[in-house]
């Protein structure tokens, strides 16, 4: 009887495989601008068709998907000929929480501008992209308005999933309205209220965002800016991916104007990332060198939300999980 003898991997082969993970992400980056998942339906397509619907070079273009096909994107069935998996799927426009946006956004040229200037955070604390751009994030968007449109469709592709676990995640039907503080196009607070019908609501951002949004007749848009006011009006406040963007002084304003909006018995909900303790792996340990690089915000634990949120005049209550990388921090009034 042979016996199988273990072959130990070497440390450098694991690290490789680690940087590797660039390459990965550069090579998703490029099937998704070139568009390749939208190409698929169920049937495979061959190399000669993709090429001709993209305007590629077919033999490079088989070397990108024959990369991807070895992480389980796309998959050879023929010579020269692919499928897109289940997992390839998650990178076509129209798919419901649609992820191309996201490789388009994180892998861009405004990311890029952060990330390349790390040092200059992790020496000084400062914004990397700020002193790389000249400017702040929000007002590089403003400027460079084909990149921020992405990094916005790439927070409502995502949203769109993230709301659907938040409305399975918490009883919404002790409310009378709900206030989405910061919620961009409505799709969190129009998920909410599809699930629960008797509520009224108040959906919050800045004026050139709500000059462009359609949302339902229940659904009150008020332009404004969350460092200066907060509409009263509901019971309950809701804030997705907000708190994370900014360092404990801005979200601290933030915060006060909730509490000074919210009546005595309303309710704050935080539906951000919770930060697990030591060495578990959590891809929000990777976001939150994004919000260090990018914008100055960061990801924190539970704990140090419970401190911050006491220190604006809230005690958290629970932190409720949700299917999602997101978990919803529940909070009253002290």
Same mark, same amino acid.
């Given at each position: /009887?042979? #016996?199988?003898?273990?072959?130990?991997?070497?440390?450098?082969? #694991?690290?490789?495989?680690?940087?590797?993970?660039?390459?990965? =992400?550069?090579?998703?980056?490029?099937?998704?601008?070139?568009?390749? =998942?939208?190409?698929?339906?169920?049937?495979?397509?061959?190399?000669?068709?993709?090429?001709?619907?993209?305007?590629?070079?077919?033999?490079?273009?088989?070397?990108?998907?024959?990369? &991807?096909?070895?992480?389980? $994107?796309? %998959?050879?069935?023929?010579?020269?000929?692919?499928?897109?998996?289940?997992?390839?799927?998650?990178? !076509?426009?129209?798919?419901?929480?649609?992820?191309?946006?996201?490789?388009?956004?994180?892998?861009?040229?405004?990311?890029?501008?952060?990330?390349?200037?790390?040092?200059?955070?992790? !020496?000084?604390?400062?914004?990397?992209?700020?002193?790389?751009?000249? /400017?702040?994030?929000?007002?590089?968007?403003?400027?460079?308005?084909?990149?921020?449109?992405?990094?916005?469709?790439?927070? %409502?592709?995502?949203?769109?999933?993230?709301?659907?676990?938040? =409305?399975?995640?918490?009883?919404?039907?002790?409310?009378?309205?709900?206030?989405?503080?910061?919620?961009?196009?409505?799709?969190?607070?129009?998920?909410? /209220?599809?699930?629960?019908?008797?509520?009224?609501? $108040?959906?919050?951002?800045?004026?050139?965002?709500?000059?462009?949004?359609?949302?339902?007749? !229940?659904?009150?848009?008020?332009?404004?800016?969350?460092?200066?006011?907060?509409?009263?009006?509901?019971?309950?406040?809701?804030?997705?991916?907000?708190?994370?963007?900014?360092?404990?002084?801005?979200?601290?304003?933030?915060?006060?104007?909730?509490?000074?909006? /919210?009546?005595?018995?309303?309710?704050?909900?935080?539906?951000?990332?919770? &930060?697990?303790?030591?060495?578990?792996?959590?891809?929000? !340990?990777?976001?939150?060198? $994004?919000? &260090?690089?990018?914008?100055?915000?960061?990801?924190? %634990?539970?704990?140090?939300?419970?401190? &911050?949120?006491?220190?604006?005049?809230?005690?958290? %209550?629970?932190?409720?999980?949700?299917?999602?990388?997101?978990?919803?921090?529940?909070?009253?009034?002290?």
């Amino acid at each position: /009887m042979m #016996t199988m003898e273990r072959v130990e991997v070497a440390p450098q082969e #694991t690290m490789l495989s680690l940087i590797g993970g660039f390459w990965v =992400a550069r090579s998703i980056y490029l099937a998704a601008q070139l568009g390749v =998942a939208d190409l698929f339906d169920d049937q495979p397509k061959t190399i000669a068709q993709l090429a001709a619907e993209t305007n590629t070079d077919p033999r490079s273009l088989y070397r990108l998907l024959r990369a &991807l096909g070895s992480v389980g $994107i796309f %998959t050879e069935v023929l010579d020269e000929a692919f499928a897109l998996t289940p997992l390839g799927a998650t990178l !076509k426009s129209d798919s419901p929480g649609s992820m191309r946006y996201a490789a388009l956004a994180q892998m861009g040229d405004d990311h890029s501008l952060g990330w390349n200037n790390g040092l200059h955070s992790l !020496k000084t604390g400062e914004v990397a992209f700020d002193a790389a751009a000249g /400017m702040p994030l929000w007002a590089y968007y403003a400027q460079h308005p084909e990149l921020g449109q992405v990094f916005s469709q790439s927070m %409502t592709s995502m949203g769109s999933a993230i709301a659907q676990a938040v =409305a399975a995640s918490y009883d919404f039907s002790g409310f009378n309205a709900i206030v989405d503080v910061g919620g961009a196009q409505g799709s969190l607070i129009s998920t909410i /209220m599809r699930a629960n019908p008797h509520l009224n609501g $108040i959906l919050f951002d800045l004026p050139e965002i709500i000059a462009n949004i359609h949302v339902e007749q !229940k659904i009150q848009p008020v332009a404004g800016n969350f460092f200066e006011s907060v509409p009263t009006g509901g019971d309950a406040y809701l804030m997705r991916w907000i708190i994370h963007d900014w360092n404990d002084e801005k979200s601290s304003i933030i915060l006060k104007n909730c509490h000074q909006a /919210m009546p005595d018995d309303g309710k704050l909900l935080l539906i951000e990332s919770i &930060l697990p303790p030591g060495n578990e792996p959590s891809p929000a !340990k990777f976001i939150d060198m $994004i919000m &260090l690089l990018m914008t100055g915000g960061r990801e924190r %634990t539970e704990e140090e939300y419970r401190l &911050l949120l006491r220190s604006n005049g809230f005690e958290l %209550t629970r932190v409720i999980p949700t299917p999602s990388l997101l978990s919803i921090i529940e909070a009253v009034k002290l």
